[in-house]
T-cell receptor, first 112, second 112 residues
Framework: ETGVTQSPTHLIKTRGQQVTLRCSSQSGHNTVSWYQQALGQGPQFIFQYYREEENGRGNFPPRFSGLQFPNYSSELNVNALELDDSALYLC???????????FGPGTRLTVL | SQQGEEDPQALSIQEGENATMNCSYKTSINNLQWYRQNSGRGLVHLILIRSNEREKHSGRLRVTLDTSKKSSSLLITASRAADTASYFCATDKGAAGNKLTFGGGTRVLVKP
């Protein structure tokens, strides 16, 4: 157990809807990163938040957005869902922006 | 896009045998890490090797890094059925916003 939790575990949405995924960081960690993992592939970096500010972004469209709260928990929001958004979404927290990342169990999103 | 490529994509061995998998990457790195993932769930950190290190051990794991060839290998000795999982290498460049770039993974099946 890494101490990083994510909710919900599974989620089913339809195309065009919006979704919010949540992540609770390990105690004391001020950095959270989000990754998308399509079936059979490695995770791909979406973005990172450090002390409530976005601190790097991968090759994802603006409909993927995030927030980090003062308690360092985080949300990933995806608007206008597409079928290809179906994936496992992983968050990872770290003590600082350049430290080892500890992953949560993930949220499995299915878009129909 | 993915930085690392694992080889082989899949590996099937008997319990007690050694499992070796390789990772190649394209650009210069700061650290290379190996992760394990069971049944599409969260990633478990196995070992981190820095760019100025050549070999590292942790229990039954041995990792090598050859920066001149931009490659790394993970050896699991005396494999167990519980080692059945997907294994991913991930690199970072050490810049602010410690983005991890993952390979596609090696799926290992250890038969009892």
């Amino acid at each position: 157990e890494t101490g990083v939790t994510q909710s919900p575990t599974h989620l089913i949405k339809t195309r065009g809807q919006q979704v919010t995924l949540r992540c609770s960081s390990q105690s004391g960690h001020n950095t959270v990163s989000w990754y998308q993992q399509a079936l059979g592939q490695g995770p791909q970096f979406i973005f990172q938040y450090y002390r409530e500010e976005e601190n790097g972004r991968g090759n994802f469209p603006p409909r993927f957005s995030g927030l980090q709260f003062p308690n360092y928990s985080s949300e990933l929001n995806v608007n206008a869902l597409e079928l290809d958004d179906s994936a496992l979404y992983l968050c990872a927290s770290s003590l600082e922006a350049d430290n080892e990342q500890f992953f949560g169990p993930g949220t499995r999103l299915t878009v129909l | 896009s993915q930085q690392g490529e694992e080889d082989p994509q899949a590996l099937s061995i008997q319990e007690g045998e050694n499992a070796t998998m390789n990772c190649s990457y394209k650009t210069s790195i700061n650290n290379l890490q190996w992760y394990r993932q069971n049944s599409g769930r969260g990633l478990v950190h196995l070992i981190l090797i820095r760019s100025n290190e050549r070999e590292k051990h942790s229990g039954r794991l041995r990792v090598t890094l050859d920066t001149s060839k931009k490659s790394s290998s993970l050896l699991i000795t005396a494999s167990r059925a519980a080692d059945t999982a997907s294994y991913f290498c991930a690199t970072d460049k050490g810049a602010a916003g410690n983005k991890l770039t993952f390979g596609g993974g090696t799926r290992v099946l250890v038969k009892p």
